[in-house]
């Protein structure tokens, strides 16, 4: 199984960016796929997470009400819509797929995703 994830960038305070993550070499139907991100001298946390059937999302508090998670079926693509971007969201950002159909619970736990992309820098700054 392949994760390529790309459209990172530098964007000033408050501009938008969305991040795309390719997935391929596996069926998906139910799977836990999400985001997660890692600062410099941070540890990773956890940003955004779904069920690839669409039937649950979650959003970590940080970013809620300014990143949404979604798919695309026939792409095999996962996207990270992300507005109002902030300095403190800078950081690496890495899309990760499950084996298992999470629970809401573990979605956001990166342990249980066995899968992960390159990783795409977002870079806010003015």
């Known amino acids: 199984v392949q994760l390529q994830a790309s459209g990172g960038g530098l964007v000033q305070p408050g501009g938008s960016l969305r991040l795309s993550c390719v997935i391929s070499?596996?069926?998906?139907?139910?799977?836990?796929v999400g985001w997660f991100r890692q600062a410099q001298g941070k540890e990773r946390e956890f940003v955004a997470a779904?069920?690839?059937?669409?039937?649950?999302?979650r959003v970590s508090d940080s970013v809620r009400g300014r990143f949404s998670i979604t798919r695309d079926r026939a792409k095999n693509t996962l996207y990270l819509q992300m507005v109002s971007l902030e300095p403190e969201d800078t950081a690496i950002y890495y899309c990760?797929?499950?084996?298992?159909?999470?629970?809401?619970?573990?979605?956001?736990?990166?342990?249980?995703?066995?899968?992960w992309g390159q990783g795409t820098l977002v870079t806010v700054s003015s």
């Open positions: 990760a797929l499950s084996q298992r159909n999470l629970i809401y619970s573990s979605l956001g736990d990166s342990v249980n995703y066995e899968d």
């Open positions: 070499g596996r069926t998906l139907s139910n799977q836990g």
């Open positions: 779904m069920r690839w059937s669409g039937s649950t999302t």
